[in-house]
């Protein structure tokens, strides 16, 4: 005969009792429904008055698996609030079968609201920028649109500038969809707020289903992106010389900046040429500065060694690029492997660098690349900083910064490969003071003997990396 099989059903939790007791347990239960058994220690002890009270409350329920084993269920009490990110925060129709949920979310984000009184924005500085006394900032009231538009962002739309009806201060205005918003970036910005590494945040509020933020409009500014690919090149036409010190100069900044936002526990992580600007302050001075820390993290947390890293083969791409044109496909093409020689021995032959230069190039890279501390990336810097003392960077900035910032709204820049970055004709002062600047044949991308040795050295000198740590 046939028998029905059945799976066995889970507990009925209106049966749980917890009031009556047997003969062969002592358990008690007192005025808030607490279970005391005596044979449980105090941990599993309050782990099963939670679990009592989860059921009753049914944020969680007893199951069975294959076996009729007990399993708990959880519900998923933090669940947010149910809204299409894309959509959030504007005025929706929904369809039929939508229309409760949607109602039900809107009126639970109302509630919030009034019980947090939580603000629409935040104010940063007042002296730059003047809400009503209502505490609005909206548009055609308390500011105007210029015509200008400084760029676009990948999800950050059109970046205006905007003035200020009250204080007359230009500024910029970017606004990020809630969708794709983190909370790191302000978080991040207000931080570095103070350093002079982000331009200055002013203000940064919720419109509609977007993140308006308003912040200083930088002058005088280039990429780093239109440095690499075009201006090096005529900088390399006009004079060779210049791009040794430009680089250095340029490779010490960014450290600065990548080092602050370590030491306030921030990483950046997206740290491409088209993030990094170089500002004119005169006419023989630049600073570097970092925008958009929409992928930023805190060094501290679960990621941050992985950010810390990742800033700094960003800042040795850069310097490469600078340097011999040779700006790696990714950051991972310079791990600390020793891939990376090959390609950047190939463009040191390019360029026909001499001895000393291809030994600096060679051992900034492989020194910066074993930095596993943020206090180590000083010992970077100082290294570079020293190189620089026998520079006249304010003569060097005078050639270079008309490059940067042409007077011409036309410009077209000329490109020449296979110069050295110094004129081997010309007899400058060495790191060592010998005055031996000359290309040197015998010295090629393929010279690898006692290479590893000279990097290893190089490395304990300047303090940095795991050599240095034993």
């Not at 669940?79 to 959030?88: E, H, R, T």
């Not at 900088?235 to 010190?245: F, Y």
């Not at 491409?272 to 947390?301: T, W």
């Amino acid at each position: 005969m046939a028998t029905e099989c059945t799976e066995p059903s889970p507990p009925d939790l209106s049966t749980l009792t917890l009031s009556q007791s047997t003969e062969e347990s002592n358990d008690q239960v007192d005025s808030q429904g607490n279970v005391n058994n005596g044979r449980l220690s105090p941990t599993s002890q309050g782990r099963v008055n939670h679990l009592v009270k989860l059921l009753h409350s049914h944020e969680a329920k007893i199951g069975a698996d294959s076996q009729g084993r007990p399993v708990i269920e959880y519900e998923d009490t933090n669940k947010p609030l149910y809204w299409d990110a894309s959509n959030a925060n504007v005025i929706t129709t929904p369809k039929a079968a939508d229309h409760q949920q949607k109602i039900d979310s809107c009126l639970e984000l109302i509630e919030y609201l009034k019980k947090n009184k939580n603000p629409s924005g935040v104010t940063m500085d007042s002296s730059k920028i003047s809400p009503s006394k209502s505490n609005w900032y909206e548009e055609g009231s308390e500011f105007e649109k210029t015509q200008e538009i400084l760029g676009t962002g990948n999800t950050a739309g059109d970046i205006f500038v905007l003035k200020d009806k009250k204080t007359n201060t230009e500024h910029a205005q970017k606004t990020i969809m809630i969708s794709v918003f983190r909370k790191e970036e302000i978080q991040s910005w207000v931080d570095l707020n103070e350093t002079g590494v982000a331009p200055k945040l002013y203000l940064f509020k919720v419109k509609g289903n977007r993140v308006h933020i308003h912040m200083e409009q930088l002058k005088n500014v280039v990429t780093l992106r239109e440095v690499i690919d075009s201006h090096m090149e005529t900088i390399r036409q006009t004079n060779p010389d210049l791009v040794r010190p430009f680089s250095l100069c340029v490779f010490h900044g960014l450290l600065s900046a990548v080092r602050t936002m370590h030491e306030n526990n921030w990483t950046h992580r997206d740290l491409h040429a088209g993030n990094i600007l170089l500002q004119r302050e005169s006419d023989c001075s630049i600073k570097v500065r970092i925008v958009d820390f929409g992928l930023a993290s805190r060094l501290d947390e679960t990621g941050g060694l992985e950010g810390f890293r990742m800033d700094i083969k960003e800042s040795v791409r850069k310097l490469s690029a600078l340097y011999v044109d040779q700006e790696f496909s990714n950051p991972r093409d310079v791990d600390k492997n020793g891939a990376w020689k090959s390609d950047l021995g190939d463009a040191a032959d390019l360029f026909q660098l001499s001895r000393s230069e291809r030994v600096e190039l060679f051992s900034l890279v492989d020194s910066t690349l074993q930095i596993v501390a943020p206090s180590e990336t000083q010992n970077i810097q100082e290294a570079v900083q020293k190189k620089l003392e026998n520079i006249d960077l304010d003569k060097m900035m005078k050639e270079v910064i008309p490059i940067l910032f042409p007077p011409f709204e036309m410009y077209q820049p000329v490109h020449r490969r296979g110069q050295s970055t110094m004129d081997s004709s010309t007899q400058k002062i060495d790191d060592d003071g010998s005055g031996d600047n000359v290309t040197d044949s015998n010295f090629s991308s393929t010279e690898t003997t006692d290479a590893d040795a000279m990097l290893k050295s190089l490395r304990l000198e300047m303090g940095v990396g795991e050599d240095f740590a034993v």
